[in-house]
């Protein structure tokens, strides 16, 4: 399984960004897919979960009303569109895949991690 991330960048505060992980290697239809996150200095992070069938969701609080996570069947693909972007979003941001059919939070649960890629939201 791989897991390929995108879209990562510097954005100033109050902008949008969208994160793109291309999956491959399995057939996903019993997965569910997250983003985490890590800031220097600070642990890993729930951001937000998908479930590749039913697209059940959930999201960290801090992230509520502002980041959007969705899939793509056709492209194998999962995203997360950021709005309203603060500094406090800077970190590493990591795609995930655990072979589960419910909405998951704990990086623990998860299998298979992307390489990362970077968003710098500047003041």
């Known amino acids: 399984v791989q897991l390929i991330e995108s879209g990562g960048g510097l954005v100033q505060a109050r902008g949008s960004l969208s994160l793109s992980c291309m999956v491959s290697?399995?057939?996903?239809?019993?997965?569910?897919m997250a983003w985490f996150r890590q800031a220097p200095g600070k642990e890993r992070e729930f951001v937000a979960t998908?479930?590749?069938?039913?697209?059940?969701?959930k999201y960290a609080d801090s992230v509520k009303d502002r980041f959007t996570i969705s899939r793509h069947s056709p492209e194998n693909s999962v995203y997360l569109q950021m709005s309203s972007l603060k500094p406090e979003d800077t970190a590493v941001y990591y795609c995930a895949a655990a072979r589960r059919s419910l909405p998951r939070t704990r990086s623990d649960d998860y299998n298979y991690w992307g390489q990362g890629t970077q968003v710098k939201v500047s003041s």
């Open positions: 290697g399995d057939s996903f239809s019993d997965y569910t």
């Open positions: 998908i479930t590749w069938i039913g697209g059940l969701t």
